[in-house]
């Protein structure tokens, strides 16, 4: 095992360590929340390193880089996770590539999802981004507009709902987030009441934030920095 390989592992089990004691503290078992591995921006080699150590689940922001790195790791037993922000004009780029889209924020986007999947006779799995904070400079539905969203992609019969997602402002202190991931956690309990249909995936918690966003019943967290490092500037 190299020196990254073994540094990767040794980050990655610490993170899994903490994300189990959050869940515990919740009354949660360990097994029912997922570490996505944030690898954007580093390299294909870093995913490969971290895969060997029994990583399966890895998130990727930007289309063309998480093609390239899809490419380069043909092969490799990984499901890719698309969790950046998402234009309907490369839809056609990301449907049937990923295992689940977790940042579908308009009926635009997830008919042109919906199209591309039909076209591979796939079908794609999803989760709708919340902009529980309504904040005007991230990506995410409206929470009033959610349940027509919803709605509409239950029709489209190439993708398949099974969740939610938020990114709750920054702050200081992971406290202060805890009631955007709860009121997310309130949001899907009432689609599906209102729908009729399983919703089990809550992605939510990052680095700074993932032990309250554990307690209130994430169960995909996107994890990054604590696990590469920090990220080289962008090209």
Known sequence: MSQRQQELAERAAGVREALAEAAKQAGRAPGDVTLVAVSKLHPASDIRDLAGTGQTEFGENYVQEALDKQRELA????????????????????????????????????????????????????????NIAGETQKSGIMVENLPELAEAVLGMEGLRLVGLMTLPPFFDDPERARPVFAR???????????????????????????????????????????IFGARPPRD
């Open 75 to 130: 092969g490799l037993d990984v499901n890719w996770h698309f969790i950046g922000g998402l234009q309907s004009n490369k839809a056609k780029f990301v449907a049937g590539k990923f295992a689940l889209v977790h940042s579908v924020d308009s009926s635009k986007l997830a008919q042109a999802l919906h199209k591309k999947a039909v076209s591979l006779d796939a079908v794609q799995d999803i989760l709708i981004q919340v």
């Open 184 to 226: 997310l956690r309130e949001l899907r309990d009432e689609l599906e009441t209102r729908l009729g249909v399983g919703l089990p995936h809550l992605s939510m918690g990052m680095t700074g934030d993932f032990i309250p966003a554990v307690q209130e019943g994430a169960t995909l967290v996107r994890i990054g920095t604590r």
